[in-house]
């Protein structure tokens, strides 16, 4: 079964922390998002990488930076945690190729920022 | 960019009854899915259907790409299917996902 894991299911940081959130997939896939997602807004993309170091800019990357140095593995990082970056964030990956499942995500990671 | 809208935004039925969400989106698409997020938060693919129809149990959707619509259809509805149904589609060149705000359906006993 294809499996995106995401390290955690809740973290609560102290405003100003460097905070990692850490999504693996075992699907070889060559796509991976991070998407958070709020009352009210559906889901919004922050980073997406395309391949191994590569990174782009999703709809809201202010406040975030992301890191791929393998092709499994997708970091979003927080540089200083604020409490309007507390929210659900969903962690994705997809292939680059005809695929009938599309994208599949992670069971999320519930960030609260205090 | 691709717009997407959904609609209705929330909907309440009783254990059995029937239900349609509508996916509308601005234009011609590569990858439309539909997911249904647990009350967990777990986003779990129902349907990667860029056109077409498929089936899965009670559940089935059809896209109609022409007209720029997707259509989820729920049968029998039971009180697991409660949650959140979300569209999201892309298209052209571009591989992210864009989704809609989400149906919250609850279903009653």
Known sequence: DVKVTQSSRYLVKRTGEKVFLECVQDMDHENMFWYRQDPGLGLRLIYFSYDVKMKEKGDIPEGYSVSREKKERFSLILESASTNQTSMYLCASSSTGTSSYGYTFGSGTRLTVV | ?109
């Open chain 2, 1 to 109: 960019g691709i717009q997407v809208e959904q609609s209705p935004p929330d909907l309440i039925l009783q254990e059995g009854a029937n239900s349609t969400l509508r996916c509308n989106f601005s234009d011609s698409v590569n990858n439309l899915q539909w997911f249904h997020q647990n009350p967990w938060g777990q986003l779990i693919n129902l349907f990667y259907i860029p056109s077409g129809t498929k089936q899965n149990g009670r559940l089935s959707a059809t896209t109609v790409a022409t007209e720029r619509y997707s259509l989820l259809y729920i049968s029998s509805s039971q009180t697991t299917d409660s949650g959140v149904y979300f569209c999201a589609a892309y298209g052209g060149a571009t591989n992210k996902l864009i989704f809609g705000t989400g149906t919250l359906l609850a279903v009653q006993p």
